[in-house]
């Protein structure tokens, strides 16, 4: 009889003991009672949210987290508003992806439908900011602007440049609408290479809505007659004709040094034969011709 009461008691304990642990455990996590008919959320856990502006036509998908009857993928519609379950209309038109997902906590929030709402807002369709990039890259097309976008990373996503890309880019921008001192497009020359006089600043231009990016292609001269290998090669920095004639394989035994000629487009005189020497300068479209001696 004595063991059983010592056994009773023991489990009582035991049992007091690990009632007041988990009652301790609850007592660490205190319940923040809602108004009735409110929704809780539970807190957000870390998340990234994108920071693309959104415009007319963007597809968004908007998450409450812990109320999926909230949560939606929904349009922007002509006028900039974005409607959603419960709260209705927003006008988000311009604004990036955080601030809206400010605006709907804020409207739950308010409407009193959740108590401290966690809201992400991502863009499944961006068709409001878009630019296009065209020439001598590897895919050339229209991409949008996620976020920030330079013309460095817009080339990079084009898939670079092809074999025949010039080192001069050139951005067109359209005139902006609201400044009556810009009366036509702006075209903004940018200029590529490795060389030490380059400047990268320009590659980091951010790009804006409507911006097109051209890439030209390389401008050529063209070298014949007595040089091993004839033909058309890219323009270079400081070209002359000694430097021509190199790339040209460099000249025959029949050649004449003293009897080579520059063709060259003339913009009101037509074609020009010009007699040149080895330190003349060659220009694009230059067609330089190298003759045989007469002895």
Not at 47 to 71: E, I, Y
């Amino acid at each position: 009889m004595r063991r059983f009461i010592l056994s009773l008691f023991i489990l009582l304990v035991l049992l007091g003991g690990i009632s007041s642990v988990a009652l301790a455990q609850v007592a660490e996590e205190p319940i923040i009672a809602a108004p009735l008919g409110t929704l809780s959320t539970q807190p957000l856990p870390a998340s990234v949210v994108t920071n693309s502006r959104v415009g007319s036509g963007d597809v968004l998908r908007v998450t409450v987290f812990g109320q999926p009857d909230l949560s939606a993928e929904v349009g922007v519609n002509d006028k900039g508003i974005l409607t959603l379950p419960l709260i209705g209309g927003i006008d988000v038109s311009g604004l990036n992806t955080s601030d809206i997902a400010a605006r709907v906590s804020q409207a739950l929030r308010q409407g009193q439908y959740v108590i401290n709402p966690q809201v992400s807002v991502e863009v499944l369709q961006l068709r409001s900011q878009v630019v296009s990039v065209l020439g001598e890259v590897n895919r050339p097309g229209r991409y949008p602007i996620p976020g920030k976008l330079s013309v460095l990373e817009l080339l990079a996503t084009a898939g670079g440049l092809t074999a025949q890309a010039d080192q001069t880019v050139t951005l067109l921008r359209r005139k902006d609408q609201s400044d009556s001192a810009t009366n036509s497009d702006v075209r903004i020359p940018i200029l590529l290479g490795d060389t030490a006089t380059t400047e990268r600043t320009p590659l980091d231009v951010e790009l804006h809505n409507g911006d097109v990016v051209y890439v030209n292609k390389k401008k050529l001269f063209y070298i014949h007659g007595e040089v091993n290998r004839p033909g058309g090669y890219p323009m270079e920095q400081d070209m002359n004709v000694m430097r021509a004639i190199s790339l040209g394989g460099g000249m025959t035994q029949r050649a004449s040094q003293r009897r080579i000629y520059i063709n060259r487009t003339m913009a009101d005189q037509g074609v020009q034969e010009i007699k040149a020497k080895l330190t003349d300068p060659v220009l694009p479209g230059d067609v330089v011709y190298v003759n045989e001696s007469l002895f």
